[in-house]
């Protein structure tokens, strides 16, 4: 199960963007209910919309986190678009799509992220959306303070999280950041896919675990007890991630 955010704005979690740009009306309307199926199948909050040609997503470019874009288009193709789009938001993932393969040559100079056949499979779509996905996995960045400075720490980075009275501290490496919240505010922005609660006061990275071996985890020398209730949710979530992620 993928859970993605988008970005940190007030400890709330931001839908994924995807738009769907193709001048057919019944393929984006297609697209959309195998893209919006699959996001619900997997529980992921998302906001689509909808583009029927290249001027109009232009407009909207800065939105959109992943695209699927249609090549053969009047007016302004995919490709002119998808130029557009890479100049200005290096974010955005570009899924080119065209019943051609002898163009999909042409998507090398967009640096698109995947390619998907018209008429469109719904197995090649959940396909291109999971691998775009995956991507996301610890990139985000949350906010901490070192000696009163405030830095951005990407996700991947923080290897265990203990609370305290009224603040939480994060170890990143070997330097020590504090946030001032609880674990339950903390644990509405951090990736699921990484991060799990062992005990009361602890939330540990599923990326930086070492090993594990009754009841204990290991990361970088660190000893750290699971609770005992919580020791089938960590068994569990630990196997997930080593199969969907380490294991790539």
Known sequence: MFNIWRREQGGKM??????ICDDQQTAVHELSNVVENYCLKKKMKIEILFFFNGKSVIKEMEKIDILFLDIEMPYMDGI????QIFKNNKRCKIIMASGREDRFKESFKINAFRFVSKPYQIEEIEEALESCFRTYVGMR??????????HDIQQKDIMY???YDGYIEAQIGSKTMRRDCSLVQLED???RNLFIRISKSCIVNLMNVDSYKKGTININGQEINVARRRRKDFEIAFQR???EFRGE
């Open 141 to 150: 960045a949350i906010q901490f303070y070192n000696n009163r400075v405030l």
């Open 161 to 163: 999280i203990r609370a």
């Open 189 to 191: 922005i951090l990736d």
């Open 14 to 19: 931001n839908t994924i963007v995807i738009g």
């Open 80 to 83: 002119e678009v998808g130029m």
């Open 241 to 243: 991630y080593d199969l």
